[in-house]
C-alpha cells in the first residue's frame, strides 16, 4: 500500500509538471459503454441522478438543470499512474452539456484532466472546486470568472442550483479536499468527496439539514472510508438514501458493495450500490 500511495503522490507531483509544461495530449479510444449518457439519456420530468463510474454523477433538475460530480471519464490514470480503468466510460465527455462541473478535490479521478476540454468546450459550463482545484483549471485554461473555488463552509449559487463545501478528511493525499452538500428543486444531495471516517467533525460541517440522497465512498483505500465505515457515516447523518461508489474502477483500489448493502441494511439505512449508467428517478 505504501508503494502505490507513493506512486500516487509522484503521480500528482507529474501531472503538476505534465500540465505547467503545455503538454494536453488525449488519448482517443476509451472504451465506452453502449448506451448514451448525459443530454439524451434522461427524461425531461423530475429530477434524476445518473452513476457514472467511481465517484462520479450527474444530477438532471426539473427544468433541464445538469450539475456533474466527479465525473471519470477518460483513462488519464492509466496514462499517467498506470492504473488500468476497469469498467468502460458510461459516456464520452463530449455528450455531457453541464451547467456545472465540480470537483472535491484535483486527484485525476475526480478531476479528469482529458475529459475537461470537452467541458470547458461549452461556453455556459460553470466550474466549483476545492482549493487544490485552481492549480489545474488555471493550467487548463478555465478563465477567473467561470469557477469558483469553495473552502469548507463556503457556499456558492449558480442558476437554481446552490453548493456548500462540506468538511473532508483525505489526509495527506489532498489536504484541501471537501465534500459538497447541493441543492436543486428541493432536494438535498450529499457528496462526500473521497474522505475517511471523521464523523463528528463531518456532522458539525453538516450542521442541521436533511439530506436526502448521500453519495459515499467505500473502496477502504487510499485515505477512504471502507464498507463499515460509510455505514457509520451514513448512520450519522440518516440520509434518504445511501450510495456507495468509488469501487472496482481499478484493480488497485478494492471495495466490497456487498457488505455496504448488508450493513446498510443491518443499519436500517436505505443502502443503494448503482451500475455505472443507471439512473435514479427521485421525483
Ligand atoms: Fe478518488
Not at 450527474?58 to 483513462?75: A, F, M, R
Not at 448503482?274 to 428517478?281: D, Q, S
Request: with cysteine; hydrophobic share 40%; proline share 4%.
Amino acid at each position: 500500500m505504501e508503494r502505490l500511495t507513493l506512486k500516487l503522490r509522484y503521480c500528482y507531483g507529474h501531472v503538476k509538471n505534465h500540465l505547467m509544461g503545455g503538454i494536453m495530449k488525449r488519448k482517443k479510444g476509451v472504451p465506452q459503454a453502449s448506451h448514451t449518457a448525459g443530454e439524451t439519456h434522461f427524461s425531461s420530468e423530475g429530477v434524476s441522478l445518473e452513476f457514472l463510474g467511481q465517484a462520479g454523477f450527474l444530477l438532471k433538475g426539473k427544468e433541464g438543470t445538469t450539475v456533474v460530480i466527479d465525473p471519470y471519464l477518460s483513462d488519464c490514470v492509466e496514462r499517467l499512474v498506470g492504473f488500468k480503468r476497469m469498467q468502460p466510460a458510461v459516456t464520452a465527455p463530449e455528450n455531457i452539456c453541464a451547467d456545472i462541473v465540480l470537483s472535491t478535490h484535483s486527484h485525476l479521478d475526480h478531476l479528469d484532466i482529458d475529459a475537461y476540454p470537452a467541458f470547458i468546450s461549452r461556453p455556459s459550463t460553470f466550474f466549483i472546486g476545492a482549493p487544490d482545484c485552481e492549480e489545474v483549471y488555471r493550467s487548463l485554461g478555465i478563465s477567473k470568472g467561470r469557477y469558483k473555488i469553495l473552502h469548507e463552509g463556503e457556499s456558492f449559487s449558480h442558476g437554481d442550483v446552490s453548493v456548500r463545501a462540506i468538511y473532508a478528511d483525505h489526509g495527506e493525499l489532498a489536504p484541501d479536499a471537501v465534500g459538497f452538500l447541493i441543492q436543486m428543486d428541493g432536494l438535498t444531495f450529499y457528496n462526500v468527496g473521497d474522505s475517511g471516517l471523521a464523523v463528528q467533525r463531518i456532522l458539525k460541517s453538516l450542521g442541521d439539514v436533511k439530506v436526502d440522497v448521500m453519495m459515499v465512498p467505500i473502496n477502504g483505500a487510499f485515505g477512504n472510508l471502507d464498507a463499515a465505515g460509510a455505514c457509520a457515516l451514513g448512520a450519522a447523518v440518516r440520509p434518504g438514501k445511501l450510495i456507495g461508489c468509488h469501487f472496482w474502477m481499478f484493480i488497485e483500489q478494492g471495495g466490497d458493495p456487498a457488505m455496504f448493502l448488508a450493513e446498510s441494511k443491518r443499519q436500517g439505512l436505505n443502502g443503494i450500490i448503482m451500475a455505472p449508467g443507471e439512473v435514479l428517478k427521485l421525483s
